[in-house]
């Protein structure tokens, strides 16, 4: 897969997310459906936005037990998504189990991504709350790390850590950034954000884009302004 864009479609339902897809008229973006849009109409939106001709990043974020999320796993294969993702602190036994269950009974599967440290994570909650000590970045590598043993093939991560994960990991190990705004945008309530040139810069394979998009006055044009940016 090459550098794409992928729209963060975060609606409370199916008829908001329709409406909205339904000004890109013939285009098809990459998008990403989260646990808000997931957990209100339940596996059959993944259904229609793919008969619609969309990729899908399918961001459920599993953390269990290596059988529970297995099976789960199994489960979400039979989706037919393009990328779908875990957390790497659910330990490696979990993750070689995740990809266990994600691999079709032909052996083709998803892409399987792994979220490292969330980036609402701050250093001081991880040591009060998680108690642990390492610096954020070393903990984010070491878990990129984990990933790569289990054999998945990315990371979700901050666009200035890709770099570093790309160093470590390899070049073929995929970095999905979220945390992209315009230079002249508002930030909301990300806190290390990084234009769409910048994350191509930095080296990042995919960006995640919601807000900057999904509440533009001109929705397509913001995509196309991203896809300019960043795939050039
Ligand atoms: O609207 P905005 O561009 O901030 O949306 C970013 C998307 O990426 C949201 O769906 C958010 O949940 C997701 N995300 C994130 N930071 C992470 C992981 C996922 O912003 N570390």
Excluded: W
């Excluded at 599993?62 to 199994?74: C, E, G, S």
């Excluded at 878990?143 to 160093?167: F, M, Q, R």
């Amino acid at each position: 897969m090459g550098k794409d864009v992928i729209i963060a479609c975060d609606f409370a339902s199916a008829e908001e997310t329709f409406k909205f897809l339904d000004k890109f008229e013939g285009k098809k973006p990459f998008v990403k459906i989260g646990m808000e849009l997931y957990y209100a109409e339940g596996p059959s939106i993944v259904r229609e936005i793919k008969a619609r001709g969309h990729k899908i990043f399918l961001d459920l974020k599993l953390h269990d037990i290596p059988n529970t999320v297995k099976k789960a796993m199994a489960v979400l294969s039979r989706l037919d998504v393009d990328m779908t993702n875990l957390h790497a602190s659910g330990t490696i036994a979990m993750m070689e189990a995740a990809l266990e269950g994600l691999t079709r009974p032909d052996g083709t599967r998803p892409l399987l991504i792994a979220v490292t440290q969330l980036t609402s994570t701050s250093q001081e909650r991880m040591e009060n709350d998680l108690l642990i000590k390492e610096p954020l970045d070393e903990v984010v590598l070491h878990y990129a790390n984990n990933a790569k043993i289990a054999g998945l093939d990315g990371v979700v991560c901050a666009p200035l850590e890709a770099g570093k994960v790309h160093d470590r990991c390899g070049n073929g190990f995929v970095t999905v950034t979220p945390g992209v705004r315009f230079a002249d945008g508002d930030v909301g309530d990300q806190v290390r954000v990084t234009t769409p040139a910048r994350a191509k810069e930095l080296g990042s394979d995919y960006i995640v884009v919601g807000r900057p998009i999904t509440a533009a006055a001109d929705p397509v044009a913001a995509y196309e302004r991203c896809v300019a940016e960043f795939v050039g």
